[in-house]
């Protein structure tokens, strides 16, 4: 079974600053891929960046990078350059690329990031 | 979003009514999950379809919940003689494949709120 936790309360960062959002998970599977979604008020579920298991670098998608470190079985969420607008709830999940019934994407609890002028 | 439609957006039931929740993947995608968010609480997994065919419903409570992704059609989620607790988020999400990495797709949500 897989398991993801995220136990931050929630975060304040200064506008324009970087933050890190941490996510663990736990998996006895070999193959699989790592997520973040923002979920901002208006109720959305946003993709954000995405890392496979046997991906050797870390992911990047603009402000966004995912710290992951595999041996500790973390894939933090690090965003630069801070903004307003990304004030919103958080979310890290997971899927088992093997496929079939286990495709489906496990979700943490999430972690309401707010972003001050 | 990469085109996953769903409808309604908001949906306001009586308790004791039905609720019909609609998805449409993106086009060329077979395979739809189905989550529901609680309020102040993170996705959960409900169910899981390829066209006419339930591969999990490991999250699906036991009773009035059901699914079904028909040969044609869009994806229904159907909630019958609904209850206060009913009231949530529900997302649809798409991919071509079971296997298929990061090729998951969202809907905007339904939400649904028992009165």
């Known amino acids: 079974a897989q398991k993801i936790t995220q136990t931050q309360p929630g975060m304040f960062v200064q506008e324009k600053e970087a933050v890190t959002l941490d996510c663990t998970y736990d998996?006895?599977?070999?193959?699989?891929?790592l997520f973040w979604y923002k979920q901002p008020s208006s109720g959305e579920m946003i993709f954000l960046i995405y890392q496979g298991s046997y991906d050797e670098q870390n992911a990047t998608e603009g402000r966004y990078s995912l710290n992951f470190q595999k041996a500790r079985k973390s894939a933090n969420l690090v965003i630069s350059a801070s903004q307003l607008g990304d004030s919103a709830m958080y979310f890290c999940?997971?899927?088992?690329?093997?496929?079939?019934?286990?495709?489906?994407?496990?979700f943490g609890k999430g972690i309401t990031l707010s972003v001050r002028p | 979003n990469a085109g996953v439609m769903q409808n309604p957006r908001h949906l306001v039931r009586r308790r004791g009514q039905e609720a019909r929740l609609r998805c449409s993947p993106v086009k060329g995608h077979s395979h739809v999950y189905w989550y529901r968010q609680l309020p102040e609480e993170g996705l959960k997994f409900m169910v899981y379809?390829?066209?006419?065919?339930?591969?999990?419903e490991s999250g699906m409570p036991k009773e009035r919940f059901s699914a079904e992704f028909p040969k044609e059609g869009p994806s229904i989620l159907r909630i019958q003689q609904v209850v206060r607790g009913d009231s949530a988020a529900y997302f649809c999400a798409s991919s071509p494949r079971s296997g298929s990495g990061n090729t998951i797709y969202f809907g905007e949500g339904s939400w649904l709120t028992v009165v």
């Open positions: 999940a997971m899927r088992d690329l093997r496929g079939g019934a286990n495709s489906k994407l496990t």
């Open positions: 379809l390829q066209k006419e065919n339930i591969i999990d």
């Open positions: 998996t006895s599977d070999q193959s699989y891929g």
